[in-house]
């Protein structure tokens, strides 16, 4: 049987979710700009290959498919995306069908829909969580684009998907850029869940004095209680992980530098731009960009006199951290789906925030089993905040007292926690009902008469400042 589904982007991502279609029964023609790289992928694609067609052109691919086409693009986001699609879509037939897969800017995704509108294609763009291991096992796929297209790919994307309970983790959350909207702030939280995570290990580590094998023992422990995810799981792992060169704990030769590639920062600049506040996850991007400075840190330690101390033994049991990384993690996602809740309201994209929760339970980097209750939760009450539903409230009524120990401690120590601090400072003011914003209010009106209103309800033009 002919395929009508097309890959274009034999890389890491693109030749795992090829193998994947082909493993689930799809026959799938593919494209790669270096041919041969599509030569040696059918070489070592097994069984398999009888699934997949080889093109070396564009124009190969278009014509080994039967229309109305589905081609998945795979390539790096950005221009490389744009370059694509204009090349592509020329050899195509209205009905045919380009999908963005890679992780573009959700603004990108929306302007390439609309571009496609009337222009002889349809588009849509999906994000798909779960690195190369999830692409070729069952990724999680947060896709974006109307109904329609969905009907058509839908079956296929979902019989790709990871499965949590053999509900595929694949779906429709809106139109447009929903899906790459939803995909960045996935990746917004996993900075965050990550920076969390090695914020209890500085704590451990500096503080507390323990070795990496004693960590990664506590990591496996939280692993089997309320804290079980693929993050702590792989936390656990590499801490255990040997460096053959040296017989070191391997994270011990690694250098405190954290890479990143953009989504953490996009999430943030969206959220300001929703005017959502998402502390947790502005902190831990501020971190990775605070790790990149090593000479400026070495230098801080040495005109400043360095940190951390080390705690008093016992100062902190390991219940406490891990009573605080939950209550972290429920504030953190509180605010993710704040922001995803603000994002529907400002596009009208009425985001399933439930469907979410529930496709994030497996496949993603951020899989846990607290999504599991947060997708029940959230399908309980969907209107309101993560924080209130009385699951999570009650868990972090008894959480709050360790958060509040751990980063008071760490403070004491100079160990830096900025995204459990942040976590407990949005959660403080979440609870005070008389804030000290009167006084900013007071202050703008002062130089810039912009006047204020009263606790009893009147509207004041201007205060009666001075002269003025
Ligand atoms: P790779 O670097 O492994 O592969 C890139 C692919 O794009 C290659 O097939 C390459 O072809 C092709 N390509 C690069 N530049 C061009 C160009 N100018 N014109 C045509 N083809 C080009 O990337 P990944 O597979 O890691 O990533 C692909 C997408 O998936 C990205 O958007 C990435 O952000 C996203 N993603 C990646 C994840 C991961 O864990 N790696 C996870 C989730 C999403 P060639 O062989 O000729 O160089």
């Known amino acids: ?13 693109g030749a795992a979710l090829a193998l994947n279609m082909a493993e689930k029964g799809w026959p799938v023609a593919v494209h790669n700009r270096t041919e041969s790289v599509t030569q040696q992928f059918l070489k070592t694609a097994g069984p398999l290959a009888s699934k997949l067609t080889g093109a070396p052109t564009l124009q190969a691919l278009v014509d080994a498919l039967t229309p ?23 050899l195509l037939d209205p009905g045919d069908l380009i999908i963005d897969a ?32 999830g692409a070729r096992h069952g990724p999680s796929i947060m896709a974006g684009g109307e109904a329609r297209q969905w009907q058509r790919v839908g ?7 990871a499965r949590f309970q053999d509900e595929p983790c694949a779906a429709l959350l809106g139109p447009g850029g929903a899906g790459h909207f939803v995909k960045m702030v996935h990746n917004g939280i996993e900075y965050a869940d990550m920076q969390m995570i090695a914020e209890t290990y500085a704590i451990m580590r500096d503080g507390l ?3 990496a094998p004693r960590i990664a023992d506590i990591f496996a422990g939280w692993n089997g209680g309320p804290l079980e995810s693929y993050l702590i799981e792989i936390s ?19 250098l405190d530098v954290a890479g990143q590639k953009g989504t953490g920062r996009w999430t943030a600049i969206e959220a300001q731009k929703l005017g959502v506040a998402i502390p947790v996850i502005e902190a831990a991007v501020a971190a990775r960009n605070i790790s990149a400075r090593p000479e400026a840190r070495a230098r801080g330690a040495q005109t400043f006199g360095a940190l951390p101390q080390r705690l008093p033994p016992d100062a902190l049991p390991a219940a406490d951290l891990e009573q605080a990384l939950i209550a972290g993690k429920i504030l953190c996602y509180a605010q993710g789906f704040e922001m995803m809740t603000a994002s529907s309201t400002e596009f009208g994209w009425n ?11 497996a496949g993603c980097i951020i899989r846990s089993a607290m999504l599991n209750d947060m997708a029940e939760a959230l399908r309980n009450s969907p209107d309101d905040d993560l924080i209130f539903a009385p699951f999570f409230s009650a868990k972090l009524i008894h959480a709050e007292p360790a958060l509040r ?6 403070m004491q120590a100079g160990i830096a926690v900025p995204a459990l601090s942040a976590g407990l400072s949005w959660f403080d003011a979440m609870r005070t009902p008389r804030g000290s914003a009167n006084l900013i209010q007071a202050q703008r009106d002062f130089f810039g008469a912009h006047g204020f209103v009263r606790i009893d309800g009147q509207d004041v033009p201007h205060g009666p400042w001075g002269a003025g």
């Open 155 to 161: 079956p296929l994307l979902r019989s790709i998907a």
């Open 102 to 133: 890679g992780n573009a800017n959700y603004l990108d995704t929306e302007r390439r829909f609309h571009d496609s509108r009337g222009a002889g294609y349809d588009f849509m763009g999906i994000g798909v969580s779960g690195g190369e291991e």
């Open 209 to 211: 004095g323990l070795d």
């Open 405 to 410: 120990r751990v980063v008071a401690a760490a």
């Open 68 to 90: 109305p086409r589905a081609i998945i693009l795979m390539v790096p986001a950005g221009e490389v995306v744009d370059q694509q699609i204009a090349a592509l879509a020329p």
């Open 351 to 361: 985001l399933p925030l439930p469907v979410i929760a529930e496709i994030w339970r």
């Open 1 to 13: 049987k002919a395929p009508w589904i097309g890959l274009i982007g034999l890389g890491t991502m």
């Open 236 to 254: 656990a792992e590499v801490l255990r992980a040997v460096d053959p060169l040296t017989g070191q704990p391997m994270p011990d030769v690694i």
